[in-house]
């Protein structure tokens, strides 16, 4: 039995409050309406994220009886303590402590990519800090580029949340805190560049870094020229996680779904076909589901070393963290390429002939949440003679800011809707876009393909939800198969690490690197450590599945047609030339010299 | 992208068995980090980045946090070592008597800084704090030989015994 928690009484400013012990004074000032500051400090209290290392000092308080302030963020409330959190000597402290973190950091705030989005931007807005009166050493670092994320350290204020979510929330392990003093940095070991580390492009790091030191690489340039180049035709997906933050940049409520204006916005921009990224979430469907049923299938038939549980493969900062982390694993999960990649792929092989344009003339962008798209796409077995098959990837952030700049009035476009034939979806692909999605839409349509039989009930409430691990056993008439969900690579890695223990009997699993799934990506508009947001995301995308009038990806129209007059069947031939891949070991290995 | 084929690391094999009886002495624990690297940069004289790659695989930690520590420790080095390895007290003591001008003079006659090692790999200089000879102040060592109230006009003859 859990000893039972004491209340605890103590005074902030003028209020008595009564917390539970083992509440923190910034947690307990909270309750009484209390804000105060803080910098390194994050918590995502739903998914169990808290970064407190009290690195900042910007949330000390002045507690009665104690010589020195103490940082609110880690400092316990006890029985009768008396804290004041706006006397003058905290005010000037506080005030210090930034003016200090100010002077190491570049005063390019004008042209910074964070402008209006940065923590620390804010916070000096907030303390009214209108000089620095500090002058000193200023580091400065290498700037270093990979194919998703962009380091510029110089910018750097030592926060360690980056450091937080790569090591205890995804366990990756890419990076650390290194050297000491002005020459401390996050870094990749040894300094080297982000691309030959472990890391997996997940985004996680730019997702919550404070201020323009983790970036993504931007493409919006490029996207901007093959626009106006006459001898190209530019066609574009957006993924389902898009439609429901996009509205946020545009200051509306977390949660708002913006589908139709998405389309209207892409076409303004001069997209000649705007597609959706769920087309090919349910074509993802009818592949990886029919892998399912076949090694399913192996499995009850007697075959004891069938090769079973499947694991989802849609996520490419997922597959970076198995090829680098566990290529013992490496044939357990699907073949079958992500939704981006088998869009990209249809696209140039099929749709391309279909409008009578060379593959080569043909530019393929995405509209994504994530950074490790940018990657992905860039892989060389998603490419053929050189030429990708998904040439620039936006994020939902860089879309934002390419709508703004095609001076483009979001809130009054109408609402469009996706061309044919790759813009039809059903509510299936839409779920793909939050933890537990593809795990739900597999199982919708391996039920009925499985059984026979049509679903009462589409919702599987029970593979929903927030919980880092869950798991559930779906009743596939009169069959339990076992279903497990891990989104997080932390916990991907507990997951993994019950498989190789043997203890695992799940038949399926779905995988996510980022908390949420997609909804939480890395390129999405940011959380600043809001985790309700991520919640109406996730609510905003089961409300655009249940509105649909299809809901299972076996029933899509346009997938029907697709196999009839291009693939075939799924798994057929041509079906595993475009739509799956294989991978590497990409681990780390020690050799003997001779 | 040339990122896809796995990286491989190659170490001599009595190097590969050293590392492992280490850390395998220290029960694979990842909070020995410190103690196994002190036992290895003891016996390979300082920590090269193949040798740190091995230890985080043995400890079942990130290569990064054990570089982290590599770099934040002073003690810990990713350069070899000279022949003769010369370290100056910077000490109070030593360093109210003249440590910084005796230092000075060595950085002078080897032509390298703090943390390197001559082209000919038989000095290596380090600054290090107190070796408990306060008496003695300034002190030097070079290899396991120590000189006490070492003045920058006798550097040229205390080199001149290991040349």
Known sequence: MTEKKQHITLTIDQHQVSVLEGTTVLEAAKKVGIDIPTLCHMKLHDMGIENKPAGCRVCVVEVEGRKNLAPSCVTLATEGMKIRTNSVRVLNARQTVLELILSDHPADCLVCIKSGNCDLQSMAQRFNIRNITYKGEQSTYREDFSPSVIREMDKCIMCRRCEMMCNQVQTVGALSGVNRGFMAVVSPAFEQDLQDSVCTFCGQCVAVCPTGALTEVNHTSDVIKSLADPRKTVIVQTAPAVRAALGEAFGLEPGTLVTGKLVSALKELGFEYVFDTDFAADLTIMEEGTEFLNRLNDFFSGNEKANLPILTSCCPAWVNFFEKQFPELKDIPSTARSPQQMFGAVAKNWFAKKIGVKREDLIVVSIMPCLAKKYECQRDEFKSNGDPDVNYVLTTRELARLIQLANIDFMALPDGEFDSPMGESTGAGVIFGTTGGVIEAAVRTAYELQTGKTLEKVDFEQLRGMEGLRHATIDFDGVPVHIGIAHGLGNARRLLESIQRGECNFHAIEIMSCPGGCIGGGGQPLHHGKSKILKARMAAIYREDSGKKLRKSHENPDIIRLYEEFLGKPLSHKAHELLHTNYFDRQVNFLEEN | ?163
């Open chain 2, 1 to 163: 992208m040339d990122t896809l084929d796995n990286i491989t690391i190659k170490l001599k094999k009595e190097d590969i068995n050293f590392i492992r009886a280490v850390c395998s002495d220290f029960n694979n624990d990842r909070n020995e980090l410190i103690n196994v690297l002190h036992k290895t940069q003891e016996h390979f004289g300082y920590l090269p980045a193949e040798v740190q790659e091995l230890i985080a695989a043995e400890l079942n930690m990130s290569v990064a946090k054990v570089y982290g520590v590599v770099t934040f420790y002073s003690f810990f080095t990713m350069v070899p070592r000279g022949e003769f390895p010369v370290s100056i007290c910077t000490g109070t003591a030593c360093y109210v008597r003249g440590a910084e001008k005796v230092l000075d003079e060595f950085r002078k006659q080897l032509g390298i800084d703090v943390g390197e090692v001559t082209p000919d790999g038989k000095f290596s200089l380090s600054c290090l704090r107190c070796v408990g000879a306060c008496g003695l102040a300034p002190v030097v060592m070079i290899g396991e030989k120590t000189f006490g109230r070492v003045a920058p006009e006798k550097v040229a003859e205390i080199l001149s015994e290991f040349r």
